[in-house]
């Protein structure tokens, strides 16, 4: 389990993925979530339990993908 610092890094990580992204996307939107996400938890159990709420499935997958690989890094 991560530091409350370690999920805020992941939050930054993810805006700036979607900051680069086309509004619109898949990609955009996934990453659009996962810093939502990771912004307003405490830590990576809890963002991995909030993302498995997101919706559409395309969405949830894909926002679930990226928060392991950033998680990962």
Do not use: K, W
């Not at 530091?3 to 990580?13: E, F, G, H, K, N």
Request: charged share 25%; with cysteine.
């Amino acid at each position: 389990m991560g530091t409350s610092r370690d999920i805020l890094d992941l939050a930054l990580s993810a805006r700036e993925l979607a900051d680069n992204q086309a509004v619109g996307t898949l990609e955009h939107a996934a990453a659009t979530s996962v810093a939502i996400t990771c912004a307003t938890t405490r830590d990576e159990d809890q963002a991995r339990s909030v993302l498995e709420g997101v919706s559409p499935e395309e969405v949830r997958a894909a926002a679930l993908e990226l928060f392991e690989r950033l998680a990962q890094q």
